[in-house]
């Protein structure tokens, strides 16, 4: 990355932020989707997280999956990455493995994308005695029992994060997530898919809940993944009130992003620590740790990673309120966005869902929605009623998408888990809550065995 960014000119003109997200636009036919997901790496003889240099961890892992034909990525002299094509495979701080799925035409194409890497990694898991879990929050293990990844960015995050919330280590430690990525068209067009995305992020949130526990025990909250977003970072979480807004689109959007405190600078191959300083000042070469030194296109994409709502703009749209889960239920975030977001009818009909509610109605709903679950009302309605009509609106998008496999079934079959959890009202997390009360006898050590992929 240092090389590429000294090769880049320093930033000239304040439009050249706003270029950045411009040029993400794309005409229809080029519109893809990406599904990034994150699972915890866990011994299978007692259940623990491994280190990165153990004999069993998380570098060997790393070093065992090349032989898939994955390029490894260093820092520092130690695998930290890899890369094939255009996916990749990194390390979230606590050795959670995350697949950064490439930009795909259809769901069909992702979801085998997600099958053939967890199969890869189920490969080398039983060569090295390691299973892999897919739930929003870590059941088992405290803070302190987690070891580190050795990367750079996370040591500054890691030193940063205890001065502006009480639970951003827990973010990073202890939390998974499945997001996906999505395309716009221009600026009209992200602007639209960017309020419904964000309006109906608590929806996703309880669609997909499945964290109730924490250290062996049940919780108050259906998804305490989501619920640790609200306290670690209030300059750079939250709902973005200011999307809804008259005027929005991507200059407001670069503001914003200028105002969201600085993590680092990347130079010569190191994280220079620069937590809490200004962009602002950066442009104009006033960082006391980097003086009369100005900011580059790459730095100002470095930066813009670190900005976490529940909707994210790059080049493109994260969506990013679910937690990690099963196989199916991964296929199925991305199938439910497309289906809402691709299709202009089933856009104004999910808009139709939520285009009453105001600022103080949303923000409320993110906040509780992790807690409550189905029984949260908004605008009159329950949850459950909203999620029913959500879901069957992204059938309807994606059967008019009408994009076949190979024996001619169209998209809409990846939605059955969601259809399923919505109909019913209840959440992967109740289920899991009643297994523990029940059979798992008041353990939590089952979920390693029965739902590991």
Known sequence: ????????????????????????????????????????????????????????????????????????????????????????????????????GAPLETVHQTCSEVHAHLDQCRQVGDIMGLGFLGI??????????????????????????????????????????????????????????????????????????????REGRPTDYLSLRSHVWTDTDPNRCGMLGFVFEEGFGFERYAEYCLDVPMYFVYRDGHYIDVAG????????????????????????????????????????????????????????????????????AARAAGWDLCKHWTEEERTWLRTEAPRLGFAAEIGGRSLHNIAKDMVAIARQGLRARARLDGAGNDETGFLSDLEEIADSGVTAAERKRTLFEGRWGGRVEPVFEEFAY
């Open 1 to 100: 990355m240092a090389a590429a960014v000294e090769a880049e000119g320093v930033i000239e003109d304040h439009r050249e932020l706003v270029e950045w997200f411009e040029q993400g636009c794309k005409p229809r036919e080029d519109w893809r989707c990406g599904t990034e997901h994150e699972k915890f790496v866990f011994r299978r003889s007692d259940f623990s997280r491994p280190a990165y240099d153990d004999p069993d961890g998380i570098g060997e892992l790393l070093r065992r999956l090349e032989v898939f034909g994955w390029e490894p990525r260093y820092e520092d002299g130690k695998i930290i990455a890899l890369a094939q094509d255009a996916a990749g495979i990194t390390l979230e701080p606590g050795g959670q493995l995350e697949l950064s």
């Open 136 to 213: 929003g929050f870590d059941p088992k293990w405290r803070r302190q029992d987690i070891p580190w990844m050795p990367k750079g960015r996370y040591a500054l995050m890691r030193r940063y994060m205890p001065q502006v919330g009480s639970l951003g280590l827990d973010m990073m430690l202890r939390t998974c997530t499945v997001q996906v990525n999505l395309d716009f068209a221009d600026e009209a067009d992200m602007v639209d898919k960017f309020r419904l995305s964000l309006a109906l992020q608590p929806l996703t949130t309880v669609l997909f809940a499945d964290s109730p526990f």
């Open 277 to 344: 300083r200004s962009f602002r000042d950066f442009l104009e070469g006033r960082l006391p740790e980097l003086p009369g030194v100005r900011p580059h296109i790459g730095d100002w994409s470095d930066h813009v990673t670190t900005a976490f709502p529940e909707v994210r703009m790059k080049r493109y749209l994260e969506l990013r309120g679910a937690d990690g889960g099963p196989w199916g239920r991964l296929c199925g975030l991305s199938a439910l966005w497309i289906g809402l977001l691709y299709d202009g």
